[in-house]
């Protein structure tokens, strides 16, 4: 293996794993059954890659400007909605805003596309609606940034906590009915049909962040993050580079959110909570702050986590270990320990504040730790010693059989099969033995 | 009073609040209300003196970010033990009597903890304020507010001070915790998270580190939010708090009785 790449390797490298990913993906949800257990590791790819998303994008907020916010959830519940409420098919309006006479578009934009470009214009009818949903949530992110970026650091976390409560209220509002169906549920919306969807767009976006965090703007980034009196000092406009971070970062929770409830099939207000920004801002601490790689390896061990492999402590039973302790609610206290143990020893996060890289990888591997590095030589050893005991095993066996047949054959010319102990005073002698 | 000294939002604040209310509901099927009372209290002082002996002790020179994630990393903790022991289930907080008793006071009829209450927090603010201006911890509280190190360096012990900070909040928390769920009867692990985040805001309002402003910054939403609940916009209430504190820190961040911040380069 080359030890030093090319810019235009690595590049080929990582599409290629890319697109050995994505295809593994849409296999995956083609072949895999429902009901079949491994459905779950389709489950948590795409709430994963959901989570990656907005965890990159809270990241790009929190980890590179240094601005914590905490109105994350806030702004994927308008992704949320915007998306859903452009993408209820006509025929469903009656049923779904049954309580505000069918509400107030009669239409869906996946519709109207479809019905003049077929089968393109359905994805472009549902790629529309998502990125407006993203327009949305940027233009509230604006809106909401001009006070609240003036603010320092907890003023700043409580005041856009505030905001997403606010949001919430609003998208409850009874008035609004006619639009967000009030506090009822909005479901029917188009939804996508494969796991590949989700990731495919999550992964885009999540590139586009990359991008943008090492370019230019990026640095600027982290030179408010790492000191915002020197950074201006340096001819960085402190106001207009945060605008801009949570700006873009909020078009990115939107389309999360998007995303969220295409993979829910029906949304409502109500989960989108300071719990939801919460466990988005933990994905990222588990991470580590200040690493996209990161947020997106948190997001899958999160969601995971959470959604399958603790699921046994709930149910009573996990990895074999049966307990009364274990009923519905402690796979999250078990997880929420989890959590501060990492939070408090390990505070920073699985990927520190590096990145992947084909480089790194590379660096890694040759230096490898020693459990890894003797792993091959050791499966090596011990596939050699089970052949060899095999080996032994057969020629003990074909030694029995031989002998066997010897004494088969001994027999059968009436030779004693064992010679008579002599017999002396002081030896007691068993009547079995002999003969 | 815990943000004052410490600069910190204890986004477990309200899930303290929340766990006393919820010990009482379970100690009040064994023990008198008179003892399961004292023993909230000292419940709740010794479950924040604990979390802060080990979320926040080891993280005290840490970035402040990394503080309010474990703050947070707590708040999700305890909700989520909250969610495992009740499950998840609203448990009825119990009548105690003498609270729920009513009260005629000319025309005027009312239940005793709406008297009680009021009274009650005027008593504690007036005994808080003096505790701060007065004692000799009190003294070191308002120092340690003002600068760590330098305070340190004066020979006050920062931990002994914040560690009673957090006794005397937390007590403050499970007092306030008997009278609020006695008004609303209902307890389920999430009820803890708004009632903290609006003491946060109550603080804001009447200006950090000052008692009094808190209590009048409370008393300002708790009325205003009522009014908003008659004027039929309920949805709002909770945001109304929020939109309170946005107005407050964009024009007047120090609060209505707050003292002057300068940041030092």
């Keep these: ?435 | 009073m815990v943000y004052g000294i410490l600069r910190l939002i204890n986004f477990a604040h309200g899930d303290v609040f929340m766990w006393s209310g919820l010990i009482m509901v379970y100690l009040v099927t064994v023990l008198p209300m008179w003892l399961s009372a004292i023993i909230v209290v000292i419940f709740a002082v010794v479950l924040g003196t604990t979390i802060e002996k080990v979320a926040y002790r080891p993280l005290r020179s840490a970035p402040r970010m990394s503080i309010m994630i474990s703050a947070i990393g707590v708040s999700y903790l305890l909700q989520n033990f909250a969610l495992y022991i009740t499950g998840g289930l609203t448990k009825t907080y119990p009548s105690i009597s003498w609270l729920q008793k009513t009260v005629t006071i000319g025309t005027a009829t009312t239940k005793m903890v709406t008297l009680i209450t009021p009274v009650l927090t005027i008593v504690l603010v007036v005994l808080l304020v003096m505790l701060i201006k007065y004692t000799k911890i009190g003294m070191a509280m308002r120092a340690v507010s003002r600068d760590f190190e330098t305070s340190s360096l004066m020979g006050i012990d920062i931990n002994r001070v914040i560690t009673v900070t957090f006794i005397i909040g937390c007590g403050l928390a499970s007092i306030g915790s008997i009278l609020y769920f006695s008004n609303y009867t209902g307890i389920n692990p999430m009820s803890g998270a708004m009632p903290g985040l609006k003491a946060f805001v109550a603080a804001v309002f009447g200006g950090i580190g000052s008692i009094p402003g808190a209590v009048v910054g409370a008393f300002v939403i708790g009325i205003c939010e009522n009014l908003i609940k008659g004027a039929g916009w309920t949805t709002f209430s909770d945001a109304f708090t929020f939109v309170l504190l946005i107005i407050i820190l964009m024009v007047k961040p120090t609060g209505l009785f707050g003292e002057k911040n300068l940041d030092k380069v």
């Design chain 1, 1 to 435: 293996m080359g030890t030093k790449l090319n810019n235009k390797h690595k590049a080929v490298l990582s599409v290629i794993c890319i697109a050995l990913f994505l295809v593994l993906v849409y296999l995956g949800d083609i072949m895999i059954r429902p009901g079949s257990s491994m459905k779950m590791l389709i489950t948590v790819i795409e709430k994963g890659s959901i989570f990656a998303l907005v965890a990159a994008s809270m990241n790009l907020l929190n980890g590179f400007t240094g601005l914590f916010s905490l109105g994350q959830a806030g702004f994927m519940l308008i992704g949320a909605y915007t998306y859903a409420i452009f993408t209820i098919p006509a025929a469903s309006h009656d049923k779904v805003y049954q309580y505000f006479n069918g509400g107030v578009i009669k239409w869906s934009i996946v519709e109207i596309l479809e019905g003049r470009l077929g089968i393109v214009g359905h994805y472009l009818g549902m790629f529309l609606p998502m990125l407006l949903a993203g327009i949305v949530v940027a233009f509230v992110g604006f809106l909401i940034g001009i006070p609240v970026l003036r603010l320092k650091s907890d003023y700043l976390a409580i005041a856009t906590l505030g905001f997403a409560e606010i949001i919430r209220a609003f998208f409850q509002w009874n008035t609004l009915g006619p639009i967000t169906n009030g506090s009822n549920v909005l479901r029917k919306y188009t939804t996508y049909n494969n796991a590949i969807f989700p990731v495919f767009i999550a992964g885009i976006c999540i590139a586009i962040i990359l991008l943008l965090i090492n370019s230019t703007y990026g640095r600027a980034f982290r030179a408010i993050r790492d000191d915002e009196i020197a950074a201006e000092a340096m001819g960085v406009n402190l106001f207009k580079h945060k605008e801009m971070s949570f700006v873009i970062s909020s078009f990115f929770a939107g389309i999360s959110g998007a995303l969220l409830a295409m993979f829910q099939t029906t949304i409502s207000a109500t989960p989108f909570t300071t719990v939801m920004t919460y466990e988005i801002l933990l994905i990222v601490v588990i991470g580590g702050i200040g690493s996209i790689t990161g947020s997106i390896i948190g997001a899958f061990l999160f969601t995971a986590a959470s959604e399958w492999w603790l699921r046994g402590l709930d149910a009573g039973r996990w990895l074999g270990i049966s307990s009364d302790l274990m009923r519905p609610g402690f796979r999250k206290v078990v997880f929420a320990i989890l959590i501060m143990l990492i939070v408090l020893f390990y505070s920073r996060g699985i990927m520190g504040d590096k990145e992947f890289s084909w480089d790194g990888f590379f660096a890694w591997w040759k230096n490898r730790p020693a459990a890894i590095k003797a792993w091959p030589a050791k499966r090596r050893a011990a596939r050699a010693a089970k052949k060899e005991a095999f080996a032994l095993k057969a020629a003990a066996r074909s030694r029995a059989k031989q002998s066997k047949q010897e004494n088969e054959a001994r027999k059968a010319s009436g030779e004693a099969l064992f010679t008579p102990l002599p017999v002396a005073d002081h030896v007691i002698v068993f009547d079995k033995e002999g003969k």
